[in-house]
């Protein structure tokens, strides 16, 4: 059992900047791939972006085309941790985020093994 625990939510404003960290206890994330679904106010949830699990330590990333150029998603084994880096924030962006893992890589039907619990950001115009 993976507990994924999400961290760096807030309230920021247009244009500003947060990094979202997602941790794990339990097992390492080495062996996933790793992602950052959020759901906005009466939307359902949405992919924002995924890192693939490796050997060689060669990442590749994806993204949603409405946070590519804007968020950048990360991950360090040693800190057993996944990072999303967002920055130009929109009020449109406001969301629980949650943080995902899969042992599948990423492909457009991604099914996830285990979610996080979520945090808020909120981008005040």
């Known amino acids: 059992q993976v507990q994924l625990v999400e961290s760096g939510g807030g309230l920021v404003q247009a244009g500003g900047s947060l990094r979202l960290s997602c941790s794990a206890s339990g097992r390492t994330l080495n062996s996933y791939a790793m992602g950052w679904f959020r759901r906005a106010p009466g939307k359902e949830r949405e992919f924002v972006a995924a890192i693939s699990w490796s050997r060689s330590g060669i990442h590749y990333t994806y993204y949603a085309d409405s946070v590519k150029g804007r968020f950048t998603i990360s991950r360090d084994s040693a800190k057993n941790t996944v990072y999303l880096q967002m920055n130009t924030l929109k009020p449109e962006d406001t969301a629980v985020y949650y943080c995902?893992?899969?042992?599948?890589?990423?492909?457009?039907?991604?099914?996830?093994?285990?979610w996080g619990q979520g945090t808020q950001v909120t981008v005040s115009s």
């Open positions: 995902a893992a899969s042992y599948d890589q990423y492909r457009s039907t991604w099914s996830i093994d285990y």
